[in-house]
């Protein structure tokens, strides 16, 4: 997870700064780091609740940066390509920590 947080800092280094941009790279740099941290806290927890809780931020993090992939990919097309290759991980992240979810409820 900190490599995706950092493949997306170095993504956000690469696009061209304008008005639309800005905000893209901004709410990109946030959601795209958020899980990681996220999950030191969970795995930190004191409590099943509070573990349960910064999961469901992980994933809610996860599709929040694929959203904005996809919309860096259609500003700046010259950045489709690594764009798709970290939405998908972003996907990948949403699976697990689903599944992680899925888990707990069980228990």
């Known amino acids: 997870m900190e490599k995706f947080a950092d493949d997306v800092n170095v993504l956000c280094k690469k696009v061209p700064f304008n008005f639309v941009t800005k905000e893209i790279v901004d709410q990109l740099s946030r959601s795209g780091s958020s899980p990681a941290a996220n999950y030191i806290e969970a795995i930190e927890s004191l409590s099943k609740k509070d573990f349960y809780f910064r ?12 959203f904005w992939l996809r919309r860096l990919a259609k500003v700046c097309p010259e950045l489709a390509k690594d764009c798709v290759i970290l939405e998908d991980e972003a996907r ?9 979810l899925t888990k707990y ?3």
Do not use: P, T, Y
């Open 92 to 100: 990948q992240f949403l699976l697990i920590f689903s599944k992680i």
């Open 55 to 66: 999961i469901r931020i992980c994933r809610k993090e996860s599709r929040e940066a694929g």
């Open 105 to 107: 409820s069980n228990d």
